[in-house]
């Protein structure tokens, strides 16, 4: 059975703050491969705004304009956990995620919550990883 992530309830009520600290600059997908100054500007202003919102509001976006849970087994989960650096593997619980920075998909952000931090680890500016 598919096990979804999903948000860490105790930090519902958390404004969400972005991270990249696990986005490895040598990968394929990190902040250096956006095609243009107009596509990382897009990015740096998607985040700010999602900045001001509650985890809780983050997730109760529609999925055009919100996060979408990665099930266990997905090659998406697996990217991530690659990534991920957190303490939470210990703990046996994931929270994984994708988003759009724009609802016509322009990019996805993929990553994890660890306390109300959204740690990115891969930026997809073309659109493509596992789809």
């Given at each position: 059975?598919?096990?979804?992530?999903?948000?860490?309830?105790?930090?519902?009520?958390?404004?969400?703050?972005?991270?990249?600290?696990?986005?490895?600059?040598?990968?394929?997908?990190?902040?250096?491969?956006?095609?243009?100054?107009?596509?990382?500007?897009?990015?740096?202003?998607?985040?700010?705004?999602?900045?001001k919102?509650?985890?809780?509001?983050?997730?109760?976006?529609?999925r055009?304009?919100?996060?979408?849970?990665?099930?266990?087994?997905?090659?998406?989960?697996?990217?991530?956990?690659?990534?991920?650096?957190?303490?939470?593997?210990?703990?046996?619980?994931?929270?994984?995620?994708?988003?759009r920075?724009?609802?016509?998909?322009?990019?996805?952000?993929?990553?994890?919550?660890?306390?109300?931090?959204?740690?990115?680890?891969?930026?997809?500016?073309?659109?493509?990883?596992?789809?």
């Amino acid at each position: 059975m598919d096990i979804s992530t999903k948000i860490d309830l105790k930090h519902a009520e958390s404004k969400v703050v972005f991270c990249i600290l696990d986005c490895s600059l040598d990968k394929n997908y990190s902040f250096w491969k956006l095609d243009s100054k107009s596509d990382a500007e897009k990015f740096i202003s998607r985040l700010k705004h999602i900045e001001k919102m509650t985890w809780k509001q983050f997730a109760g976006l529609d999925r055009k304009k919100g996060l979408t849970s990665e099930f266990s087994n997905s090659e998406s989960f697996k990217m991530i956990n690659e990534q991920d650096s957190s303490l939470q593997q210990v703990g046996g619980e994931y929270y994984y995620f994708h988003f759009r920075i724009e609802e016509d998909g322009l990019f996805r952000v993929f990553g994890y919550q660890e306390s109300q931090f959204f740690h990115i680890t891969h930026i997809d500016p073309k659109g493509k990883v596992h789809h």
